[in-house]
């Protein structure tokens, strides 16, 4: 068990550098302030309009770096300081969950394909470790059939909880870039500001990069442990 505590260990550490580098990325670009003076909800409504979407509300949710699109019931959902704000970050985040929302517009496959397993995705992230841990201790106590089957159905939860994450990538990515380009092609930000809601949006990103690689991770692991047992 030591090489899964410091898998663990490690995966943890980068996860905390990432957060940590991209609350000070945000720090620093709340402090860019746009020269047109619009909110982040302002943002968010102007890129709606522009892509033609009148249906998607535009929301004050509370929290920090809660920002959301819920494509269940159509709204944008901004942080307070996100919703209020007329800085590069604001503008970033408000532009980047529009993307999402015009993702759904335009029926992006994979934001489709995500929103389909968000329900088995729930299930499965749950269940996979509690199942693959008590596979393998029925498997110690001499019941290594039922336990290896019982630790194999956890392991494919897991599977489907890794797919999930990595389809998230792409989907990001892509509302990240739908994000920019509007920014830059209407003219709503200067040289600078866009610079900043770049390396904002960049960082944003690495956090999904590293849940995804994190759950390969996890995901090889309990696999060369559970199948390896077999030899």
Not at 146 to 165: K, R
Not at 206 to 225: D, E, P
Request: glycine share 6%.
């Amino acid at each position: 068990m030591l090489n899964y505590y410091l898998l663990l260990g490690g995966i943890a550490l980068v996860s905390y550098w990432v957060s940590h580098k991209l609350k000070s990325k945000f720090k620093k670009y709340s402090e860019v302030q746009l020269r047109n003076g619009l909110t982040g909800a302002e943002i968010a409504e102007k890129m709606l309009s522009d892509h033609g979407i009148y249906d998607v509300k535009v929301i004050c949710t509370a929290g920090k770096l809660t920002d959301h699109y819920n494509p269940k019931d159509k709204t944008v959902n901004l942080s307070e300081v996100v919703f209020n704000q007329t800085n590069a970050a604001a503008a970033a985040v408000a532009a980047h969950e529009c993307g999402h929302a015009v993702q759904h517009a335009t029926a992006y496959s994979l934001l489709q394909l995500r929103s389909n397993l968000v329900p088995m995705v729930s299930v499965a992230s749950q269940l996979s470790q509690w199942l693959i841990i008590g596979g393998l201790i029925l498997g110690a106590a001499s019941a290594a059939g039922l336990g290896f089957y019982v630790a194999v159905i956890g392991l494919m939860l897991m599977a489907v909880a890794t797919v999930f994450s990595f389809i998230t990538l792409p989907v990001e990515y892509d509302a990240s870039n739908r994000a920019l380009v509007w920014l830059e092609n209407k003219n709503m930000v200067t040289r600078e500001e866009y610079a900043s809601a770049k390396d904002a949006l960049k960082w944003a990103a690495r956090t999904y990069l590293v849940a995804a690689i994190a759950a390969l991770a996890m995901l090889l692991y309990w696999g060369l442990r559970i199948l390896g047992s077999r030899d």
